[in-house]
């Protein structure tokens, strides 16, 4: 009641003075409730038209790339959709078949068809032969598709073909590794079955009727060179039955799998062939992968940088349908401690290591293996034990049955009556270097099928020849010269 009674007098008596006698301030203008509660004055920036302007060229680009990602999105879906990819490594075996099928030519169907399979960039793979007679060398050079990418027609199917070389390289050989990706719509994509199929059969037949021989390179198996012509079993002569009961123990294994699974068995087969040198143990195992169209892998257990581990995955990593060899087995572990000029003191493979490699735990399967020594002798009994090595045979000096069929492999179209195979024969006999036909003659000298070959090689047309030298085939023993009398000078 009291507050009410102030301000009512305080109207009158402002009421009640004249308005002359009033001076009061101006009073100024009420603001916009925005303008008092904003720091910027938003109406003015808005209503700047270069403001404005850039404003909208924003959202126009925002909008733009929300739309463009939006775009990629989708276009990368409907590429896994509708496209599949099949990427080769230069590592893997079927990377050269692929670049030589690639290679072929083929029929072009209309004239657009024509313009967008053509190929503009080529690379030369280059491959040379001796000739048979060792004279002038055959050079086969094939083009290769190029780094890039180009579109090819298989069939009714068209495959987009990119082969990059990567920034990555092997560490070992330094060189870069390279990927060959082919790209189809996923509605042909059975067309990669028959594509790797004929590249498959090209590579096989360029193959065909030789072996292939591989070392290890790093961690990896390679091929060594070209492929071998295949060595016919019939020409390593042998000492009767040897070769025979070796050939069909193999066979016997080869065709036994399932029965090695069902037992438990691991299923792998060891070999130990020993004797002089030159009688004939590679020669034989070289034989044996042509008679069973097999490769030889082998294995150098004095090779710089071979070590345990390093030999163990080379073991389980050999390549299918291929015969192990591990020529000297004896040297590896001898002459350890002499070091050479360049402080190589040899090999670093462990006994044990090589023992766990061929029946250790982690040793592989599905595995021929043969060794080879000159000295049975340095060989230590658990090497040679079975399980490691189920057949033991010595391939000796050579016999009067095996100078024979030598004779008839060289001689035979012109020896057609068999004299001089027996002018051979007794003269070998007389020299004391074979038994006499019935065995009772005990030889007191020995030589080598290698020393028969190098005799008759060097009497090609000559068979006369042959027997006049047949006393070359005596051994020799060469002693060391007397050192020579003269003056010192240092250098």
Request: net charge neutral; glycine share 8%.
């Given at each position: 009641?009291?507050?009410?009674?102030?301000?009512?007098?305080?109207?009158?008596?402002?009421?009640?003075?004249?308005?002359?006698?009033?001076?009061?301030?101006?009073?100024?203008?009420?603001?916009?409730?925005?303008?008092?509660?904003?720091?910027?004055?938003?109406?003015?920036?808005?209503?700047?038209?270069?403001?404005?302007?850039?404003?909208?060229?924003?959202?126009?680009?925002?909008?733009?790339?929300?739309?463009?990602?939006?775009?990629?999105?989708?276009?990368?879906?409907?590429?896994?959709?509708?496209?599949?990819?099949?990427?080769?490594?230069?590592?893997?075996?079927?990377?050269?078949?692929?670049?030589?099928?690639?290679?072929?030519?083929?029929?072009?169907?209309?004239?657009?068809?024509?313009?967008?399979?053509?190929?503009?960039?080529?690379?030369?793979?280059?491959?040379?032969?001796?000739?048979?007679?060792?004279?002038?060398?055959?050079?086969?050079?094939?083009?290769?598709?190029?780094?890039?990418?180009?579109?090819?027609?298989?069939?009714?199917?068209?495959?987009?073909?990119?082969?990059?070389?990567?920034?990555?390289?092997?560490?070992?050989?330094?060189?870069?590794?390279?990927?060959?990706?082919?790209?189809?719509?996923?509605?042909?994509?059975?067309?990669?079955?028959?594509?790797?199929?004929?590249?498959?059969?090209?590579?096989?037949?360029?193959?065909?009727?030789?072996?292939?021989?591989?070392?290890?390179?790093?961690?990896?198996?390679?091929?060594?060179?070209?492929?071998?012509?295949?060595?016919?079993?019939?020409?390593?002569?042998?000492?009767?039955?040897?070769?025979?009961?070796?050939?069909?123990?193999?066979?016997?294994?080869?065709?036994?799998?399932?029965?090695?699974?069902?037992?438990?068995?691991?299923?792998?087969?060891?070999?130990?062939?020993?004797?002089?040198?030159?009688?004939?143990?590679?020669?034989?195992?070289?034989?044996?992968?042509?008679?069973?169209?097999?490769?030889?892998?082998?294995?150098?257990?004095?090779?710089?940088?071979?070590?345990?581990?390093?030999?163990?995955?080379?073991?389980?990593?050999?390549?299918?349908?291929?015969?192990?060899?591990?020529?000297?087995?004896?040297?590896?572990f001898r002459n350890r401690r002499q070091v050479d000029e360049d402080g190589y003191s040899g090999g670093t493979v462990?006994?044990?290591?090589?023992?766990?490699?061929?029946?250790?735990?982690?040793?592989?399967?599905?595995?021929?293996?043969?060794?080879?020594?000159?000295?049975?002798?340095?060989?230590?009994?658990?090497?040679?034990?079975?399980?490691?090595?189920?057949?033991?045979?010595?391939?000796?000096?050579?016999?009067?049955?095996?100078?024979?069929?030598?004779?008839?492999?060289?001689?035979?179209?012109?020896?057609?009556?068999?004299?001089?195979?027996?002018?051979?024969?007794?003269?070998?006999?007389?020299?004391?270097?074979?038994?006499?036909?019935?065995?009772?003659?005990?030889?007191?000298?020995?030589?080598?099928?290698?020393?028969?070959?190098?005799?008759?090689?060097?009497?090609?047309?000559?068979?006369?020849?042959?027997?006049?030298?047949?006393?070359?085939?005596?051994?020799?023993?060469?002693?060391?010269?007397?050192?020579?009398?003269?003056?010192?000078?240092?250098?």
């Open positions: 009641m009291g507050i009410k009674r102030v301000e009512a007098s305080k109207i009158s008596i402002i009421k009640q003075c004249p308005s002359s006698h009033l001076h009061l301030p101006p009073q100024p203008l009420p603001l916009p409730a925005s303008s008092t509660s904003s720091f910027l004055p938003l109406d003015a920036l808005f209503n700047n038209p270069l403001f404005a302007g850039g404003l909208g060229l924003a959202g126009l680009g925002a909008a733009a790339a929300v739309a463009r990602k939006g775009v990629v999105r989708g276009a990368s879906l409907v590429k896994k959709r509708l496209l599949i990819n099949v990427e080769i490594s230069k590592r893997d075996h079927s990377y050269q078949w692929i670049l030589a099928w690639l290679s072929l030519p083929r029929p072009q169907a209309g004239f657009i068809a024509s313009r967008l399979t053509r190929i503009h960039d080529y690379s030369i793979n280059t491959v040379q032969r001796t000739a048979e007679n060792g004279g002038v060398s055959h050079a086969h050079m094939m083009l290769q598709p190029g780094y890039g990418r180009y579109i090819i027609r298989h069939k009714n199917a068209y495959l987009s073909v990119s082969r990059e070389k990567q920034s990555t390289a092997n560490h070992t050989t330094g060189e870069p590794h390279e990927t060959v990706t082919l790209t189809t719509l996923y509605a042909h994509r059975h067309i990669f079955e028959d594509i790797f199929g004929q590249a498959h059969a090209m590579a096989m037949s360029a193959q065909e009727g030789k072996t292939v021989m591989h070392t290890c390179q790093g961690q990896e198996w390679k091929p060594f060179g070209d492929p071998r012509k295949k060595r016919p079993l019939q020409s390593v002569v042998l000492d009767q039955g040897v070769k025979e009961r070796i050939v069909d123990d193999v066979k016997d294994f080869l065709a036994r799998q399932s029965w090695y699974v069902d037992r438990g068995i691991p299923y792998r087969r060891g070999y130990l062939l020993y004797g002089p040198p030159g009688s004939g143990k590679s020669s034989f195992i070289q034989g044996l992968a042509g008679e069973l169209d097999f490769g030889v892998a082998i294995i150098n257990l004095s090779e710089r940088g071979m070590t345990d581990d390093k030999l163990a995955h080379l073991l389980t990593k050999l390549p299918p349908k291929t015969i192990l060899l591990l020529e000297d087995a004896d040297s590896a462990t006994f044990s290591g090589l023992l766990n490699a061929l029946d250790g735990v982690a040793a592989g399967e599905e595995r021929i293996a043969f060794l080879t020594t000159n000295h049975i002798d340095r060989l230590d009994e658990a090497l040679i034990r079975p399980g490691r090595v189920d057949m033991t045979v010595r391939i000796g000096e050579a016999t009067r049955h095996q100078a024979g069929e030598m004779w008839d492999r060289f001689y035979g179209d012109v020896d057609t009556e068999g004299t001089g195979k027996e002018r051979f024969l007794q003269r070998l006999e007389d020299l004391s270097l074979v038994s006499d036909v019935a065995g009772e003659k005990i030889p007191q000298l020995h030589t080598s099928t290698a020393a028969i070959q190098g005799l008759f090689l060097f009497n090609k047309d000559n068979m006369d020849g042959a027997i006049a030298m047949a006393e070359g085939l005596i051994p020799r023993i060469y002693e060391p010269e007397a050192p020579r009398n003269g003056i010192k000078v240092s250098t």
